[in-house]
């Protein structure tokens, strides 16, 4: 038999691998310097074009500010500005969200600072996410530097006088439908998020804080289970794996395996499943904390391994060492009908890998789908050797 030979495929050069460099805001900072100018815009009767936000993490940024305007007059007088959001080389489904502030005084009422969710920003309805059911869906860490900002630049408007301060997102509703919201119970829009205010490129940052929100919802509705998967594809696999589970037990982590696992441990959850195909599944049997492709090549060897150990013929052992995807390796193995042992084996060593990586008091299941996500092989925590 000739030995087989992968698909040429380019490697990736340098310049590829570092591509996406330029690091955004979140959705959180551009609200705190919308209401930063607006805020400014009270005192000083004109909103400014730009404006020096404090981020969460202690550094000062300049925002630009547009429609900006100040309306009324005395204690009728109200503020409006919008900060364009820009989030960098990040692929985040909230880039250019117009997110916008308006600011009007609450005559008698000193120092108080009432903060709420206009158009576009999402309301909470489950339990599980830090903050009351009812409540906008604007996270605490953005909640405080909104305020600390307002104060920044208000303290004189204060002395005699509260803010209501109103943030909207005029296509929130629109975005939340490419975002995890729908499932953690947000509904109308987007949520107002971020840690630091920083988006790093190709971190998905605000991917990642929605996955530990959904496992800290899993955490409440459903009390002791959570299954993970990487995509679409692989949640539907496993809701009909797993159709006796609630809804809310199904968390697609993406590529953020180590939240997700960290967030499930965090939170007690007794009994973990991940459900995916084969190229997740090589890279969590890698040990990788992200699975992103940008990150880390695929492992060839433990795939060469996994095909030896099915029995493969040596030429398409050493096919499947030089070629550049898992794909390759699952669908020359499905033409020889090795499927289910090729996905055993990598099953297996996805399971233990994670296991060793986020050791804690929790039954592991591992189900491997196709790529059309169709059941293959489903591995218990007791099989792994």
Known sequence: ???????????????????GARSGFT??????????????????????ESVLCRLPN??????????????????????????????????DATNGARVTVDVR???????????????????VTLEGLGLAVGEAAINPVPRRNIRENVRAVGASLLERNGLDIAV???????????????????????????????????????????????VSVAARRAASSVVFTTGGRSERFAMGELSGLDAACFVQMGDFVKAAFSAAIKK???????????????KMAQGLAVTHAWRAEIDRELLAACARETGAPPDLVAAIRAAETAR???????????????????????????????PGDYRLTVMACDFDGKRIVRVEEGEAP
Do not use: W
């Open 168 to 214: 909207s997102v005029p296509d929130g509703e629109e975005m939340a439908k490419r975002t995890l919201n729908p499932r953690l119970g947000i509904v109308g829009g987007i949520s107002i998020l971020g840690t630091t205010g920083i988006v790093r490129p190709y971190s998905t940052a605000a991917f990642r804080a929605s996955v530990v929100q959904a």
């Open 1 to 19: 038999m000739a030995e087989e030979t992968p698909p040429v495929r380019p490697r990736r050069s340098e310049a590829q691998r570092h591509r």
């Open 27 to 48: 959705t959180g900072a551009c609200a705190a310097a919308a209401a930063r100018a607006a805020a400014i815009g009270l005192l000083d009767g004109g909103v400014p």
């Open 105 to 123: 005084l609450i005559p008698a009422a000193a120092g108080d600072i009432v903060l709420r969710g206009g158009v576009g920003v999402g309301e």
């Open 268 to 282: 007690g959850l007794r009994r973990i499943y991940v459900g995916a195909m084969a190229g997740k599944l090589t």
């Open 328 to 358: 390759f390796a699952a669908e020359r193995l499905s033409a020889l009908g090795l499927t289910v042992e090729f996905h055993r084996a990598l099953a297996k060593r996805a399971l233990r890998s994670l296991k060793e990586n986020y």
């Open 58 to 91: 202690g550094n000062d940024v300049r925002f630009a500010v547009t429609d900006g305007r100040v309306e009324g007059s005395g204690a009728t007088r109200a503020s409006h500005a919008v900060v364009v959001k820009d989030a960098g080389d990040d692929p």
